[in-house]
């Protein structure tokens, strides 16, 4: 199957920092990517939604100058968290899809952040 | 708006115990409807889905019927296996294959001891 990776698993910031998080689908070109956030206990959050080449789509309430997005190949999709605060915490996953056999969503293994 | 609620964990059960995760959903229109397990230190995978009422998806010897009378998609297993741990999701999109609207339950994590 497809193999969708995040990079790093895990991150620790100080509040003020800036954190990208890298989405990258290893055996598959994917046209399409999306981002989730999901809090404690709570559902996976669609944050925003990414075609390579052009800029992210985000969802309501998603600030797009905090939450960077790039999809600058068909493989890579990146998320830059700008001047983390705590609140900020959560864990972040990525998901992507491709064409034909790939049409569908598959995720990757997600993102702890945690911001200090 | 469209929604999913299913049932909260954690869930222990002894192996070869059945199983049964329960998922209701709120959508307007003909949503598919999904349920994904994401294995310890693993990206969610998907389970099985179901595309239109009273289909049955299947995978594993997991199985969920969409139930549009009730707006529920129930997840079943006979007899459960150890390497069955982990957590499960119940999601719904109006697209099946786009995503671009997903919604997802809180998770169910599922402990099946020996």
């Known amino acids: 199957g497809a193999v969708v990776s995040q990079h790093p698993s895990r991150v620790i910031c100080k509040s003020g920092t800036s954190v990208k998080i890298e989405c990258r689908s290893l055996?598959?070109?994917?046209?399409?990517m999306f981002w989730y956030r999901q809090f404690p206990k709570q559902s996976l959050m669609l944050m925003a939604t990414?075609?390579?080449?052009?800029?992210?789509?985000?969802e309501q309430g998603v600030e797009k100058d905090k939450f960077l997005i790039n999809h600058a190949s068909l493989t890579l999709s990146t998320l830059t968290v700008t001047s983390a605060h705590p609140e900020d915490s959560s864990f972040y996953i990525c998901?992507?899809?491709?064409?034909?056999?790939?049409?569908?969503?598959?995720f990757g293994p997600g993102t702890r952040l945690t911001v200090l | 708006g469209d929604s999913v609620t299913q049932m909260e964990g954690p869930v222990t059960l002894s192996e070869e115990a059945f199983l049964t995760i329960n998922c209701t959903y709120t959508?307007?229109?003909?949503?598919?409807l999904f349920w994904y397990v994401q294995y310890p230190g693993e990206g969610l995978q998907l389970l099985l889905k179901?595309?239109?009422?009273?289909d049955k998806g299947s995978n594993k010897g997991f199985e969920a019927t969409y139930r549009k009378e009730t707006t529920s998609f129930h997840l079943e297993k006979g007899s459960v296996q150890v390497s069955d741990s982990a957590v499960y999701f119940c999601?719904?999109?109006?697209?099946?294959?786009?995503?671009?609207?997903?919604?997802f339950g809180t998770g169910t994590s599922l402990t099946v001891i020996p």
């Open positions: 998901s992507a899809r491709g064409q034909g056999s790939y049409n569908e969503q598959f």
């Open positions: 055996d598959f070109q994917a046209t399409t």
């Open positions: 990414s075609n390579e080449g052009s800029k992210a789509t985000y």
């Open positions: 959508a307007t229109g003909y949503p598919s």
């Open positions: 179901a595309t239109k009422a009273d």
């Open positions: 999601a719904l999109s109006r697209n099946a294959n786009t995503g671009n609207q997903f919604y």
